[in-house]
């Protein structure tokens, strides 16, 4: 494990490389050492820096959901990430791909939590309670870390390679759908490049949204009322180049679209 001192040297330069622009090299070459609590601290540490300057976290994101991304990385259970207000883009105003690395899109059911989760006891009964509604989205990815050679720890401390999402307008009820069997299209200008289904994501992404539940009340958080939670992507994640348009349609659940300047 890091020290503390270590840990905010690296949450300062992971901080730099977001503002400025600039990617850093991977954290686990210079710090064969760093676990994922180090990871996980490390990601904390700029995310209560930001709530300090008035952000306000909106909820989570889940990654490394799938089976062959975990296998990829060497873990045997997913990561996640913090949403927060700020990082909220829309489906008409383009987004300005200058403001990032080398972003991503990736496709995802969200879900809308009507109700605060349980902690380090939930299970997925509670998460379909708790959820109001499942809503098309994209989340925008981004890696601080160079060309996104990434291991487990340089992801989770970089807020899971979390950079944005947005929202359709459709809202599904839970009992309204079946979250196992949802289709996802993906084309960008026009062109399909991604096709996937939401069981790619741990067979059932409610797996995934109750799994987050109990891996972030271990660091004294919950999932409440009002936040919005990505379970994990149905497909591969897409580069995004200025004057890309992408929509993601999805059976049952509408769609959602995100464009490039």
Not at 55 to 79: F, I, N, T, Y
Not at 136 to 152: Q, V
Not at 178 to 199: C, H, K, P, Y
Request: charged share 25%; hydrophobic share 45%.
């Amino acid at each position: 494990m890091l020290s503390d001192a270590q840990r905010s040297e690296l949450a300062d330069e992971l901080a730099r490389a977001e503002h400025d622009r600039v990617a850093v090299p991977p954290l686990v070459d210079r710090y064969p050492d760093i676990d994922v609590v180090d990871a996980y601290e490390i990601q904390l540490l700029n995310i209560q820096r930001r709530l300090r300057d008035g952000a306000q976290v909106v909820g989570h994101k889940v990654g490394l959901s799938s089976k062959a991304m975990q296998q990829m990385m060497g873990v045997d259970e997913p990561d996640y990430g913090h949403l927060l207000a700020e990082m909220e883009v829309f489906e008409d105003v383009p987004v300005d791909t200058a403001q990032y690395l080398l972003p991503r899109v990736e496709v995802e059911v969200g879900f809308v939590l009507g109700k605060d989760l349980p902690g380090e006891d939930c299970t997925e009964a509670d998460v379909l309670a708790a959820t109001v509604a499942y809503a098309p989205a994209i989340e925008l990815i981004d890696s601080r870390i160079t060309d996104w050679k990434i291991g487990l720890a340089d992801t989770i401390s970089d807020n899971a390679s979390s950079a944005g999402f947005v929202l359709g307008k459709q809202r599904i009820a839970p009992a309204d759908i079946d979250i196992t069997a949802i289709d996802a299209v993906l084309t960008r200008n026009g062109e399909v490049v991604a096709e996937g289904r939401s069981d790619a994501v741990l067979g059932d992404p409610v797996i995934a949204v109750a799994w987050l539940a109990r891996k972030v009340a271990t660091f004294g958080v919950r999932l409440k009322a009002g936040d919005i939670v990505l379970p994990g992507s149905c497909t591969r994640a897409i580069d995004a180049r200025p004057g890309d348009d992408f929509h993601a349609e999805f059976t049952g659940l509408g769609s959602v679209r995100l464009r490039f300047s």
